[in-house]
């Protein structure tokens, strides 16, 4: 029977692979189908009754629109208003100016910046705001989705401030730091690999490490080491953003000591470029970074009075419901969009340039804005109907001792599900605490293994594909890129579950 109820239950995320590998739907259809997939075996076979169906539902849209659309709309209209502005072609000419090695080009802005706008905003900001840049610059649309997609996997786990981790600890009751760290440790294999990877993407093989080798190692390392020493010392909340920014520098000043080989050379024009006119570009960036680190946990007294002006709202109709609580000032979106209008300001933006980039935006969006509101809607179906339970409670049953082959699964199927790193935390964190008193294992290391399995998911989850497509103009395309970041995605995965085990056995 449990394995009935294990087969049922996978039925909505079966269908989603479904629909976008052999159908060919469009993410948004797909994911409508896997809401409605949810629902009718929520009512049927869990027997939730109807209301309790809608909803749960319900939470998952209200909870997808506020802060995950916001932010998302945020992050694109201020890449959006920056291109209309010309700040774009300033910060694009900033970095051709290091150099126009398209190998270096897309470390620096795919993994360094990419894990930059991870660090300070998450929620897919990473994969847009990179990938419209990348398309700028003149590489081809699907190639930028696919290495920021690469790229981002890694950083998840610590994006917007850290939340993922933080949620992940307070949630089971772990220390924060020590957490981040086994988080950080358990993630630095691939952190290295990840900057080689997308060298050999773009050169369309091995061949194309040559003579970066050491500049992409040295990207890697300065990111791993500065991310675990704040791991170890300060937490979740910094660890990305300061490794992001030590790799940025370290590739910057390599880079700009190498000669460029005219294989990989980028055809660009390079302006002489003023301190002024930099600030004035990179201004909306700035403020995204002033705001977000000014308003954290870090900085108690405003974060604490900022935390006054939210409501917490019951929506879920049965028992033991989630407790909704919308931040209305100190949430990434508010701080994003009022980036953008100061630095919109500062760059000349005349009024009609906010009103019609915002429309533009909002219809660049709205097949990224249906598929998060069904996916989120889907996952919260699946949480409160017994799916998610009925599929880990199988896992552990099945897998006994070596459940920690499977601990990084659930983390992946999580974010694949919801597209988001903080949610496969609270679908699956406690079952993963609980596994770990089972098998008598250390908790810190079974904890950790969740957010390790975010980084392979964030990269397969149709949310982040949608958001990738839509910032370079690609809606429709998903079966095409899901195909070619699936080997990435299951690679990844298949060395995660390794790791989990072997770390376990050696360390624990």
Known sequence: MELLYFILGLCPILWLIFALTVLKMPTYKAALGSLIVAGVLAFIVWQLPAMEVLTAALEGIL????????????????????????GIDVIKQMITSVSNDKRILVLLIAWCFGGFMEGM??????????????????????????????????????????IPTVTLANLVGLENTQLSFITSLQLAPFMLVIPFLIVMVTGKGPKALKGVTGITLATGISFVIPQLAVSYFVGAELAVVVGSVCSLLVTVLLASKKKTDPAYEMKVEKHSINAKDALKSCSPFIFIFIFLLSTSKLIAPVNDFLAQFASTIYVYSGENPNAMTFTWINTAGVWIFLSAILGGLIQKASFNDFKEVFIATLKQMKETIITMLCVLGCAKIMGYAGMIASIATFAIAVTGSFYPFVAPCL???????TGSGTSSGVLFGAVQQNAAVSLNADPYWIVALNSLGVAAGKMLSPQSIAIALSSVDQKGK?????????????GFLIAMALIAYIGLQLFY
Not at 63 to 73: D, L, Q, S
Not at 121 to 146: R, Y
Not at 478 to 490: E, T, V
């Open 63 to 86: 909870m997808a629109i506020w802060p995950i659309v916001v932010v998302i709309i945020a992050a694109v209209f201020t890449y959006n208003l920056s291109l209309r502005t010309g």
């Open 121 to 162: 905003a998450g929620f897919g900001t990473a994969i847009a705001i990179p990938a419209g840049m990348l398309l700028t610059l003149g590489f081809d649309p699907i190639f930028s989705c696919l290495v920021c997609l690469i790229a981002n996997g890694a950083p998840t786990p610590f994006g917007s401030i850290g």
């Open 411 to 417: 983390g992946c199927l999580g974010t694949f599900v």
């Open 478 to 490: 998903d079966s095409i890129l899901l195909s070619k970041i699936l080997p990435y995605g299951l």
